[in-house]
């Protein structure tokens, strides 16, 4: 029987890609998105893949969210924490808004997410978490003291789960990317991505939604039971850790 695998920020960019792939590769996929009904309803016409709205910094929203998917497809045995945002600014200009947005999205969302497949990935004994982190979490950016924060924390939390689900048969793992083409780039004025951000990276482009999807493939299939707590970083060379 194919397993059933959740993808938060399914339904566009990385998130999107990783749907897709997963879904090639026999799993029952539910995407889930938090705002652009069309380009979801869009996707799902697109790929047969159904997605659910909900906000995953609301606890209780991730609660019935992960209990409708379990009443639709069964389940839930593998959970790729994908949702993130970016809320860009140099540290004497960021609001307190930008910082909370960032944590309530990509770190509270990340809890809120995976204690609630936690207990039933337990009680199968079976269970495959991979999050979603970044290149700037690992290094920190310019910018981006809010979002390289939370990245780094999914690490963190990454290390210290994987230590826990290791006896109940569950992998908790971090695939790192650098930048990649998608429209979370489109923040990032031109001249910067030209001049600072380009020139860093040795193989001389951005990297691909589809080799990140790729890569969480490997980490969320029965072969690799032996891997967890690692971090795959995914960023043509440009940080090395
Ligand atoms: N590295 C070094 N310098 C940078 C920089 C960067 N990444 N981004 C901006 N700067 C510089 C600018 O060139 C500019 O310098 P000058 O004044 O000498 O021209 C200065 O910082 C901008 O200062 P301002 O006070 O004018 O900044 P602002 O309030 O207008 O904010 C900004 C602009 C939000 C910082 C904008 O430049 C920006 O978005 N920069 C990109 C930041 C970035 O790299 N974010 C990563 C996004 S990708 C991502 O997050 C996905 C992932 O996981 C990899």
Redesign the pocket.
């Known amino acids: 029987m194919s397993r059933v695998a959740l993808v938060t920020g399914g339904s566009r960019g990385i998130g999107a890609a990783i749907s897709t792939a997963l879904k090639d590769a026999g799993y029952k996929v539910a995407a889930t998105y938090a705002g652009n009904d069309e380009k979801a309803a869009a996707f799902t016409a697109e790929t047969g893949i159904k997605t659910y709205k909900w906000n995953v910094g609301d606890y209780d929203a991730c609660a019935a969210g992960v209990k409708q998917i379990t009443d639709d497809l069964g389940p839930v045995e593998i959970l790729v924490n994908n949702a ?1 945002i ?1 809320r ?3 540290f004497h ?1 960021m609001t307190p808004q930008q910082w909370h947005e960032c944590i309530d999205t990509n770190l509270n969302g990340v809890f809120n997410m995976t204690h609630n497949v936690w207990g039933g990935m337990r009680e199968r004994k079976f269970g495959r978490i991979v999050t979603i982190s ?4 690992q290094k920190g ?4 003291a809010n ?1 390289a924060a939370t ?1 780094a924390g999914d690490i963190g939390f990454t290390k210290s789960l994987a230590q826990e689900g290791a006896r109940a048969g569950i992998t908790v793992n971090i695939v790192a ?4 083409n998608t429209e ?2 489109s ?3 031109e ?2 991505m030209n001049e ?2 380009l020139p860093q990276i040795p193989v001389g482009r951005l990297g691909e939604a589809e080799e990140i999807a790729r890569a969480v493939k490997f980490l969320v299939s029965d072969d690799a039971g032996f891997v967890t707590g690692s971090t795959l970083s995914a960023n043509g060379g440009q940080y090395m850790s």
């Open positions: 993130g970016t860009d600014a140099p200009k970044s290149i700037n979490g950016q310019f910018a981006q979002y990245k990317p650098g930048y990649i979370m780039m923040t990032i004025p001249k910067v600072v951000i």
